[in-house]
């Protein structure tokens, strides 16, 4: 859907149409040459899904990251041993 694209590259910060190459085409670089072929339906899904499943793990270390240094900055100004996730 060009609406959803549209939403996601604005907040991924890249171009609409670099994601919707991404998500639906396959780029096979040979010795001499470059070829540009399209997934098949089921193939497209898989790849929409693979990238929500690294997004969704990016985010995830990035809020264990964001309370781990919460709960270390509390930990030095109390001065006893803290929490970490």
Known sequence: N????????????IKAQQLHQALT????ILKNETVITR?????????RDA???????????WIVLK?????IRKEST?????YYI
Request: with cysteine; charged share 15%; proline share 2%.
């Open 2 to 13: 060009e609406g959803h694209i549209s939403i996601i590259s604005e907040l991924l910060n």
């Open 25 to 28: 085409m396959r780029r096979t």
């Open 39 to 47: 997934y098949t339906v089921p193939e497209a899904i898989n790849t």
């Open 51 to 61: 990238m929500a499943k690294c997004l969704y793990n990016a985010l995830f270390h």
């Open 67 to 71: 309370m781990n240094q919460a709960l």
């Open 78 to 82: 109390i001065g006893k041993k803290g």
